[in-house]
């Protein structure tokens, strides 16, 4: 993927933050930036989505033989 370089103004306190936030998580600043723009653009939670919709797919079987295929969206007792 090619990368742009973006320029951005902001306050002493905010900069500060960003560091020890991106310290903190044992990444530079400019990853750190650049996944909370993912995160807000909401990559991650639509990678999220669709890695448990695949695990459900994969694993529907199991979970028809585990609370019953006629139970769809309701709770099993002792499950509750």
């Known amino acids: 993927m090619a990368k742009t370089q973006l ?39 639509h990678t999220f989505v669709e890695a448990a919709a695949d695990f459900m797919k994969q694993y529907e079987n199991v979970f028809a033989e585990e609370f019953g295929a006629d139970r769809e969206g309701t709770v099993p007792e002792g499950h509750r």
Do not use: F, H, K, P
Not at 11 to 24: I, L
């Open 7 to 45: 320029n951005v103004r902001v306050d002493e306190g905010t900069a500060q933050a960003a560091r020890e936030r991106a310290t903190a998580r044992g990444m530079s600043v400019n990853r750190y930036i650049e996944e909370l723009v993912r995160q807000d653009a909401g990559e991650v939670g």
